[in-house]
């Protein structure tokens, strides 16, 4: 089956969320959706949710499932206000409790904050099929960004989030705790062995020098020949060199902290406090 795919592409993030349909009905995936946040201002708005929410409504689709790829580092998640308005099971990778053992730890999350990934209705296995509708869609356990990172094998389509950007800009960094450059190339192998058309769709695009435009899909086939730092022909040991020193220049995401906290729960804020509101952490020379 081929899916109808619609992309909504958030500028402040340069992240892409993608509602999914079945061909032949009107069941839909929503996956890694955003809730836009002023990090100035500490403040949360729904523009970005609500254009999906829009286009569901408009396009009389059924919500089924709300997934993500991994737990963001750069943008919160939109997932609990997109199941209140639309319905849909929210949905990420089994792997998803050591990221949350690991920040629960970095954020003194406390013992309330539950490390078994219960936040989300569904943990996907690899190799495990859901239905959106009557669609097949696969998941793929694809590590190396983070320890549980997953892609959805959707018919004709991929969807990689952070493991992969466009050809020309190369691949996700792996210095994030649990992160592996050489986990990476084995999951870039694993998406390079799907047929060459497949169209592969990215979490994010930040327009590689001397591209004026955003792009966030190309195929199996561009990327096996034509990624930068991946190609065909680029050894694991020369990929892992080069990944990991690249990284040691790499400063941390300017939303890491404010997101994680939210993403390790799902999408949710952390509980509120006696006064009635939410607090976010900033740990001090502890990251």
């Known amino acids: 089956m081929t899916p109808y795919v619609k992309s909504f592409f958030d500028d402040t993030t340069h992240t892409v969320t993608y509602v999914v349909q079945e061909p032949e009905g009107k069941g839909c995936a929503v996956i890694d959706s955003v809730l836009d946040y002023d990090a100035h201002a500490g403040r949360t708005s729904t523009q970005s949710a609500d254009a999906v929410i829009s286009y569901i ?5 059924r919500c089924e499932w709300i997934v993500e790829t991994h737990a963001h580092a750069d943008h919160f998640s939109a997932a609990p206000y997109l199941k209140q308005a639309l319905g849909g ?9 050591y990221i949350q ?33 009557n669609m097949p869609a696969a998941v793929l356990f694809t590590p190396g960004h983070t320890p549980a990172c997953v892609s959805y094998h959707i018919g004709e389509t991929v969807f990689v989030g952070d493991t992969l950007f466009m050809p020309d800009y190369g691949t996700a960094r792996c210095d994030f705790p649990g992160g592996d450059a050489t986990v990476l190339y084995r999951s870039v192998q694993k998406l390079f062995a799907l047929p060459d058309a497949t169209r592969m769709f990215l979490c994010h695009d930040y327009k590689a020098p001397g591209r004026d435009i955003f792009q966030w ?6 990327q096996r020949t034509g990624n930068i730092q991946i190609h065909e022909g680029i050894s694991e040991a020369e990929f892992t060199k080069m990944r990991r020193a690249r990284d040691k220049t790499l400063g941390l995401p300017k939303l890491i902290l404010p997101s994680i906290q939210v993403n390790m729960r799902a999408g949710a804020l952390p509980p509120p406090e006696k006064d009635g509101h939410h607090y976010l952490k900033i740990p001090i020379n502890k990251v």
């Open 89 to 97: 099971k929210t949905a990420i990778g089994e792997h998803i409790p």
């Open 217 to 222: 899909e190309t195929t199996v086939g561009a």
């Open 57 to 61: 409504r408009e396009t009389n689709l």
């Open 101 to 133: 053992r690991v920040f629960g730890g970095i954020f003194n999350a406390g013992a309330a904050f539950k490390t078994d990934g219960s936040q989300f209705d569904k943990l996907f296995k690899d190799g495990e099929t859901f239905y959106i509708g």
